[in-house]
């Protein structure tokens, strides 16, 4: 088993909406409810996820996946 930030997939909602993160070959990628992409930094996706993780914003929640095939 491989574990490597490629190999997942980071899902941020509430009921209304989903975006996805993930990293391929070129960095990190923000997928839209609306489909829209994105580039971002590591640092800027941290800035997406804490505030979820930290419970600041309890209507966000978090879902990973783990994918064995980046």
């Known amino acids: 088993m491989k574990l490597t930030n490629d190999r997942y997939t980071i899902f941020l909602g509430t009921k209304n909406f ?8 070129n960095g990190w990628l923000k997928v839209s409810a609306r489909g829209k992409e994105f580039r971002m930094t590591a640092e800027q996706v941290l800035n ?21 095939e980046p």
Do not use: C, F
């Open 18 to 25: 989903t975006e996805r993160y993930y990293k391929d070959k």
């Open 48 to 68: 997406h996820l804490l505030p979820a993780l930290s419970g600041i914003k309890s209507n966000l929640k978090i879902k990973v996946e783990y994918n064995k």
